[in-house]
């Protein structure tokens, strides 16, 4: 799905890619003679749903805006009247949930067998989040082998390197579980791999219950972990490497406010626009399976990444690490079911 966020294969000509363009991180041109800081451009945020508000309104009034209902069984989980099989449950984490999470996706998530987007470049990268935090440097110790070293260390050896913030800082993607092969756009069941963790498998398929069909449990067998910092984005996409699209795809945000775009089965259809905070799960199964989706945008200022509460709490850890990342970061797990 990265792979069709390249693809020129309609720069400006749908309604998704013009929704993707006009919510992007643009910066004003500079002036000439200046060399203040980048100044990001304003952009029109009036047409973005905003579930945390709807849900807010709707448990104060019982009012919901046109186009947006609860869902049959759980009035705290909302669904979009022309996307059949997309649910919305603002807040479903926990604020100690979305600690732990965040905590795993950094230092147990991205270690070996699972594969991150570093992989194929450096290839297996173990302890990258603690030795980003020791200062370390991924060094090239032979022809495919890189180890990492202490800043000191890694000068002495006239080799190519890399510091282990700058890896942490451009690390995309890992997965969980059977793990997908980007290249081959498919799950590869022939890769080493471990289980998804039970805790993470039990709280999926605790969300995923109001999407199942009657009668059957969802089974967690594949996860993708994304890791966004500011001017990162999700080009729009299908995930449709999974058999049954009849079992939803589960989805947690972490981390700061981003715009998810729900487009419909063609990238013409105009897609709804919405924010995700930490916290809220989104589902997608039977005809929303079908639909285009990304996340053209993050937002890391104070006003708009809505994870005071959340910084506070990580910041009480020792080292401040998980909170110094999260700051600018946004973290998405979404885990599905492949068979
Ligand atoms: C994905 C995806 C959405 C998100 O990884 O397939 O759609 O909220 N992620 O990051
Ligand atoms: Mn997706």
């Not at 579930?51 to 919901?64: A, E, K, M, P």
């Not at 506070?312 to 690490?321: A, I, R």
Request: some cysteine; charged content about 25%.
């Amino acid at each position: 799905m990265y792979e069709s966020a390249t693809v020129s294969d309609d720069a400006d000509r749908t309604a998704f890619r013009r929704a993707e363009k006009n919510y992007k991180l643009y910066y004003e041109q500079d002036s000439k003679f200046s060399r203040k800081k980048k100044l990001p451009k304003p952009v029109d945020l009036s047409s973005v749903l905003d579930f945390n508000s709807i849900s807010q309104d709707f448990n104060r009034t019982g009012v919901l805006p046109d186009g947006i209902r609860v869902a049959e069984s759980d009035s705290q989980v909302f669904c979009i009247e022309n996307r059949p099989g997309f649910y919305f449950i603002p807040n479903a984490l926990s604020l100690e949930e979305q600690c732990k999470w965040i905590r795993e996706s950094l230092t147990s998530f991205s270690q070996p067998p699972n594969r991150t987007n570093h992989n194929a470049i450096y290839g297996p990268v173990a302890d990258l989040f603690d030795s980003a935090k020791a200062n370390k440097v991924l060094v090239q110790e032979d022809a495919n082998g890189w180890k990492f070293y202490d800043g000191e260390e890694a000068k002495q050896r006239s080799c190519k390197s890399v510091s282990a913030s700058v890896l942490l800082r451009k690390l995309r993607w890992s997965t969980l579980g059977l793990q997908f092969d980007w290249s081959k756009r498919n799950y590869d069941v022939s890769l080493p791999h471990n289980n998804i963790p039970d805790a993470l498998c039990q709280l999926a398929k605790k969300h995923a219950a109001i999407a199942m069909p009657a009668g059957e449990e969802f089974r967690p067998e594949g996860a993708i972990v994304n890791y966004f910092g500011l001017g990162d984005t999700l080009g729009g996409h299908l995930d449709d490497m999974e058999a049954d699209w009849s079992k939803p795809i589960v989805s947690m945000s972490l981390g700061c406010k981003a715009i998810f775009l729900l487009g419909g089965k063609s990238k013409e259809d105009p897609p709804h626009a919405m924010y995700l905070r930490s916290g809220d799960v989104v589902l997608m199964a039977g005809e929303a399976r079908e639909c285009f989706h990304g996340v053209p945008r993050i937002f890391i200022d104070e006003e708009n990444a809505d994870i005071g509460a959340l910084e506070s709490e990580l910041s009480h850890e020792s080292g401040h690490s998980f909170a110094e990342y999260i700051k600018t970061s946004r973290i998405n797990i979404n885990i599905r079911q492949v068979f």
